[in-house]
């Protein structure tokens, strides 16, 4: 499907996909791209009968087995990672449907940026989260995974 980019103009493609998750339900993936000019925006729904249950979800990432925890987030969802100081904030057209080390990917990326631009304590303050996050990924250190929000269109689903 095509759609006109809201940054340029041009023609962008409009794409679905749909998963189904078990024991869930199905969640829809929408994904806006722009060729000319890089936009790119991706929402998510949750198509489940659980969806209005829950608001908030909490986990805890002890093993390396958490590690692939599906998490789906929605331009209406906030991550916080207490233990490292990561928040997220809903943001619109950044959603996704991943798993917990896809979101550690994410926090890392970030963080990447952070020390390149920045010096001093904030330079050290990031060095620590990304050897903290290498302890996770390793399962030798834990943490807390914390989503909310109140459209429901966010989740975390363990197996
Ligand atoms: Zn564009």
New binding site residues.
């Given amino acids: 499907m095509k759609e006109s ?1 809201p ?4 023609e ?1 493609d409009l794409q679905f996909f749909s998963y189904n998750i078990p024991h869930f339900g199905d969640a829809i993936l929408f994904v806006v791209s ?1 060729p ?4 790119r925006s991706t929402d998510v729904r949750i198509l489940s009968e659980f969806k209005d249950n829950q608001k908030r979800y909490e986990l805890v990432v002890s093993s390396v087995r958490d590690l692939n925890v599906r998490v789906i987030r929605s331009s209406f969802g906030s991550i916080e990672i207490p233990e490292l100081g990561v928040n997220i904030e809903p943001k619109e057209g950044e959603s996704f449907i991943s798993t917990v080390e896809g979101v550690l990917k994410r926090v890392e990326r970030v963080v990447e940026v952070l020390i390149r631009d920045e010096g001093g304590a904030k330079k050290k303050r990031a060095e620590w989260v990304l050897g903290q996050i290498e302890k996770i990924k390793a399962g030798k250190a834990r943490m807390t995974l914390i989503l909310e929000d109140a459209t429901g269109n966010s989740a975390i689903i363990p197996d």
């Fill in positions: 980019c940054v340029c103009g041009a962008a722009c000319s000019c890089g936009y």
